[in-house]
């Protein structure tokens, strides 16, 4: 899957190992220490092979609705650092910190 800070490449990672490194990242994020995480940094996570509830149809006469779902959007990383985003402050329920997050975290 691509990871993408601001619209460019910065390389892949496997979707195995994808969920981890968001994790990791959100952490560092919120925990603010030694390293220069943004606090507004956005942290966008498209899956492979799943389609978020906000976009899912419903299933059509005569379809079977336990049928796995396709993904629309295009799956990878999506970092996102530019001024000017809508983000709102959240309770980070793992670390217990504020999480600043964008619409599509």
């Not at 990871?3 to 490194?21: E, F, M, N, T």
């Amino acid at each position: 899957m691509p990871i993408l800070l601001d619209g460019v490449l910065l390389g892949y990672v496997d979707p195995k190992i994808a969920p981890h490194l968001v994790n990791s990242l959100r952490q560092l994020k919120v925990q603010q220490k030694d390293l220069e995480v943004p606090m507004t940094l956005e942290i966008a996570y498209m899956s492979p092979g799943r389609q978020s509830s906000a976009m899912k149809a419903p299933p059509q006469p005569g379809e079977d609705p336990d049928r796995p779902e396709k993904n629309y959007a295009f799956p990878g990383v999506f970092l996102s650092s530019q001024i000017a985003r809508f983000v709102r402050p959240v309770r980070n329920l793992m670390t217990g910190g504020t999480e600043w997050i964008g619409p599509l975290e």
